[in-house]
């Protein structure tokens, strides 16, 4: 199993934590709770609940089975890193530890 480093953990956490917020964001603007959400994707609500609270990071395939369920396209869920987003900063330094490589 690879080892991550601590900015790639970062990262990843971010990444989970950001996906998480923008289902929350489009489940609360059309009314979905977790369990119809979970009935709508075939994932056990237990499941559901881990990812919508950015306990667990998604599959592409979940991800995909969300935003169907969600009648949203998929981008819609993965956030867009951009100057006014707090998580630029994270993202910049993980770039720049690349690039030092």
Do not use: N, W
Request: proline share 5%; charged share 25%; with cysteine.
């Amino acid at each position: 199993m690879k080892k991550y480093s601590a900015s790639e953990m970062e990262l990843y956490l971010l990444l989970t934590r950001s996906i998480a917020l923008q289902i929350q964001k489009v489940m609360l603007k059309k009314k979905i709770p977790q369990f119809v959400l979970a009935q709508k994707t075939g994932l056990t609500q237990g499941h559901v609940c881990y990812i919508v609270q950015g306990e667990r990071p998604v599959s592409l395939e979940g991800l995909r089975l969300i935003a169907k369920a969600l009648e949203v396209p998929i981008t819609k869920l993965v956030p867009k890193y951009g100057p006014q987003d707090t998580g630029t900063k994270t993202v910049s330094r993980y770039a720049k530890s690349k690039r030092k490589k």
